[in-house]
Each structure stands twice: as structure tokens, then as C-alpha cells.
């Protein structure tokens, strides 16, 4: 409180969406938003944090739970990757051409994702839901002046309770895909817990340190289960939501990790392929 730092970040929005909406090829436009390509010509995402070098920061004591794996550190760098998707999606939310193509590239591939690889049609369905919900927020939150702040948040809820759904859906899809001509899946034990466990999930589209990102935001984790941020099942139960949770940049946060794991499933049908 005395000696602490706030540390701020640029981040030229308008410039990377500008870049973005100018590739011509949808499932790049995709692709562009959440993973990029490595010096390997591998397609990863950004998620997949791996390397963290210790720091001096992890030596001292904060009141941020910690672990072996989840430091300090990897927090950090955690919250800077997905706090510039979640900018990101808050220009595309902005502006009428940015949204709109956004809404056919994410449907046109979850289409192609649930066609080609034989996923419940449901999913597709869900999806063409939450495009609906996103319209209306658009419509009469963000270019409403003074919209009704019940409206807003039963919006927003709808919204993320959505993404989490399908973000687990398209999870349990993909590992049902991989495993049921080898194993008998009990459906019963596959939550969303152990879908972001690399030891349950393993050999898939996802590494180890993706399916651990993921888990921070969406499920208590680490070794004593107390850290990240627990959205899906705080959203799930209704636990302290409605003033800490309901709100256009956890909108935009949960809408770019379900643009990242149908981008992760598609790039792994990809090397597939």
C-alpha cells in the first residue's frame, strides 16, 4: 500500500485490428487473434507460456497464493498475455465491422471444427446463441448512453456463462474424439477439471502449459487450489458474481479463451492433416 508500483501498458489496439481485419482468409483472421507461428512453423497459442525464468520478485512474501508452478512471475505474465486479447476484444466489440466479421469467421469455424470432426451439432447451435447475446449486449449496452445496469449485467452473465460452457464442451468434444476408440470414457468423471488436467488430457492439440492457463482463469488451481481467478464455477454457483465478475472486460476475457481453444482444436486438425 505504502511503496507499491502500478505498471501500465500501451497496447495500439486499433493498429492490430487494423492488420487483423485486412487478411483475406478467414481461419488466418482466426488463428491471428490468438496463437502465432513459431521459429519451427508450429501454430501455438499464446497461452502456452512456457520458460519462466525465476525473478526476484518470487523471493519476497505477497498476498497473491503462489506455488512451484503458478509463481509469482508466471502470474504476471499470465494476466499481460490475456489482458491484451482481452483489449483486443474490447475494440472488436466496438466497432460494427470488426464484430461482424468476427461473428461469421468464430460461426464459419466452429462450423468446419463440429462438421469435420464429428462434435455434438449442438455445440454449433450454443454458439450461434452466444453471437446473439453478444449482438444484443452491442446494441443496447455499448451504444446505449445510460443503459439499465440489470439489463447490462444479465447480459454480460448470459455471455460468460456461455463461454465457459462451450469453452468445456468443445474441451470434452475434442478429448471424447481422441479417446473413445481406445478407452471406455466414463462421462460421469470428465469435468471441466479434469479435461484442464495435463496428466488426464495429454497427447491432444493443448500442452501441458495451455491447459494450465486455461485452468487459472476458469477453475480454482494450483497445489492448494486457491489460485487464479475460478470464473466458470463462480458464474456456475452465482458466488460474488454480480460485482466483481459481470462485466464487459470478463465479457471480453472469457470470449478470447473460447476463441483460443476452438483455434487450438482447429490448428491440431491442421497438423492432422
Known amino acids: 500500500m505504502k511503496h507499491g508500483v502500478e505498471i501500465k501498458q500501451m ?3 486499433e493498429k492490430i485490428l487494423t492488420n487483423w481485419i485486412s487478411q483475406t482468409n478467414p481461419a488466418i483472421r482466426m488463428l491471428s487473434l490468438t496463437h502465432q507461428k513459431t521459429e519451427k512453423k508450429i501454430i501455438e497459442s499464446n497461452l502456452s507460456i512456457k520458460n519462466i525464468p525465476n525473478s526476484i520478485m518470487d523471493i519476497f512474501t505477497s498476498n497473491i497464493p503462489t506455488d512451484d508452478y503458478y509463481t509469482l512471475i508466471r502470474q504476471q505474465t499470465i494476466e499481460s498475455i490475456a489482458g491484451i486479447g482481452n483489449a483486443l476484444f474490447i475494440g472488436i466489440l ?15 469455424l466452429l462450423s468446419l471444427v463440429t462438421k469435420r470432426l464429428n462434435f455434438d451439432s449442438d455445440i454449433l447451435e450454443e454458439g450461434r446463441m452466444l453471437v446473439l447475446d453478444v449482438s444484443m449486449l452491442i446494441q ?5 448512453e445510460n443503459s439499465q445496469v440489470t439489463l447490462r449485467k444479465a447480459l454480460d452473465y448470459n455471455i460468460e456463462i456461455l463461454c465457459s460452457a462451450l469453452i468445456e464442451s468443445l474441451l470434452r468434444e475434442q478429448y471424447r474424439i481422441k479417446n473413445e476408440q481406445v478407452m471406455y470414457i466414463n462421462y460421469s468423471n470428465v469435468t471441466l477439471g479434469s479435461l484442464l488436467n495435463p ?6 492439440p493443448f500442452s501441458k502449459d495451455h491447459l494450465l492457463t486455461l485452468a487459472y482463469f476458469l477453475i480454482n488451481s494450483g497445489e492448494n487450489n486457491d489460485i487464479g481467478h475460478n470464473y466458470r464455477n463462480k458464474l456456475a454457483h452465482l458466488f460474488n458474481v454480480y460485482k466483481s465478475s459481470l462485466s464487459l472486460s470478463a465479457v471480453c476475457l472469457l470470449m478470447y479463451l473460447l476463441t483460443d481453444v476452438l483455434n487450438t482444436i482447429y490448428a491440431g486438425l491442421l497438423d492432422y492433416e
Open 140 to 144: 443496447n449496452v455499448i451504444k446505449t
Open 11 to 13: 497496447i495500439p489496439v
Open 94 to 108: 466496438q466497432k460494427e465491422k470488426y464484430y461482424t466479421t468476427y461473428f461469421n469467421d468464430f460461426l464459419s
Open 199 to 204: 496428466d488426464m488430457n495429454a497427447n491432444g
